[in-house]
């Protein structure tokens, strides 16, 4: 998906919200586990039930890796049902050396069609480039993320400034604001004012609104450009907002909720 | 696989060599292709015809993600049919928030039994600290690698030491000498060296000899310690050694090279 689609989508649905589907299989409602597929029958109840209300839908590889073969299987069916409109992502955290990274860009954009893939850059730049060499496709880049652990690494100094903001200026040498994002935690909005000064045009992916403790209207000060800018991502408080039978109805209820306090600030700052 | 068994098969094969597994559908011998899993079917010769001369085989993930869930089922049975006494990695190099790393390392040691898994720490200790709670397993991080962007953070100074420096003391908190290996490239061996010196017990996971242009000489000057303390990987140069009916063959005269030479600077070193 381009920008300009991406950007489009948003003012139509008046929703920045990313939909999170780190789907446990022991956390699902119990009457799913006689389907053939309980991840995948769990993940097309939730989409079926939000997809009026988000923009994206990002994919958790890890969750579906802990099923081995069969999660992927359960991966592939997922994102095969994801409508055509919304953007979706693999937060994979992938990186590599240059021939392996060739190959996880293959394995998201060619052999699944996923529109993003998150990255992670410790091996440096060499090992991201390879995800951007596709036409309508992104890399989304870790800079600053929400765990406290981003202090050990992230939020040290190099010289004269912090790693992450290193990352990213070295990283827009590679990619531009049509094909590069930035993770950026919901948890630190005063770090994410500063980020979005020096880098006024990319989108960012906010992870930590809601269960770590991020607020939507801090993120949204700080953080929004002309375009909107942001990807909200909300997991765990949709699609475990029931445990039961009107598991999907909850997480329709809390994504719509979402979209209605999207909705407000989009006005407020006349994006839409 | 514990310490004491590593240590053990690397002085019963008088190697230390590790077989990269780096499998790409489009560089195996084309009579192979009408296999039902011709993947599988080439690591299974690579493996009958190397397993005397090496204690590791790596398994690449990338190349088995770029097949879908269908390069997952070929990576599932090539583990199962590495023989137990053969330490096996996982180069997947993974890392994210807890309960996400919580599902890489069921992924990789429960759903998959790989001994090992590489790690990528840009997020901090807490984003890789789940792989250490399991007995007899191992979290190989990444400290310095072996491609040209290393340069760009690993190798750049944080108050007064490399940022791959403070990832290794980080990680010898969360980790110790039996489940904690870290990554650090035949390229550069005088850095190896000053490794060795901040770390004298732990195992390196050594890439880059051979078609990177580092030296096994060289590696095993600066990083060697009294249990050998290295694994030597190998990949493109052992299993790639011949396109035709011999890669086999071929691939087994090269094992078996690498496993002469290795044997002579164990018994030079006084290992066995």
């Known amino acids: 998906m381009n920008r300009e689609t991406l950007v489009q989508e948003i003012k139509n649905k008046a929703s920045f919200l990313c939909v999170g589907l780190d789907t446990d299989i022991k956390k699902i409602p119990t009457h799913l586990l006689g389907e053939s597929d309980p991840v995948f029958a769990f993940n ?27 999660g992927w299987e359960s991966m592939e069916r997922t994102l095969n049902y994801i409508p055509s409109n919304i953007f979706t992502i693999a937060d994979a955290k992938r990186g590599d050396i240059g021939n392996t990274s060739d190959m996880y860009a293959r394995a998201f954009f060619e052999t699944l069609h996923f529109d993003a893939v998150t990255l992670a850059p410790y091996m440096g730049k060499d090992s991201i480039e390879p995800f951007f060499k596709y036409k309508n496709k992104w ?3 870790l800079a600053l993320t929400s765990n406290s652990g ?36 919901a948890t630190k ?84």
Request: hydrophobic content about 35%; overall charge negative.
């Open 139 to 141: 890399g989304i880049v």
């Open 150 to 185: 981003s202090q050990d690494y992230e939020q040290q100094n190099i010289g004269n400034e912090k790693l992450y903001e290193r990352v990213i200026k070295n990283t827009c040498e590679i990619g531009n604001a049509s094909n590069l994002m930035f993770v950026v935690g």
């Open 44 to 70: 097309k109840s939730i989409i079926d039930a939000t997809k009026e209300h988000c923009v994206s839908y990002k994919i958790n590889t890890a969750f579906y890796e802990a099923l081995g073969s069969k």
């Open 189 to 272: 909005p005063q770090e994410l004012g500063a980020i979005r000064k020096l880098v006024p045009e990319h989108f960012f992916l906010v992870p930590g609104v809601g269960a770590q403790g991020g607020s939507l209207s801090d993120v949204c000060e700080h953080g929004m450009n002309k375009d909107c800018g942001l990807l909200i991502n909300a997991s765990r408080s949709i699609i475990y907002a029931s445990n039961g039978l009107d598991f999907a109805e909850k997480a329709k209820e809390e994504a719509q909720k979402m979209n209605g306090e999207m909705k407000k600030i989009l006005q407020q700052q006349g994006i839409i």
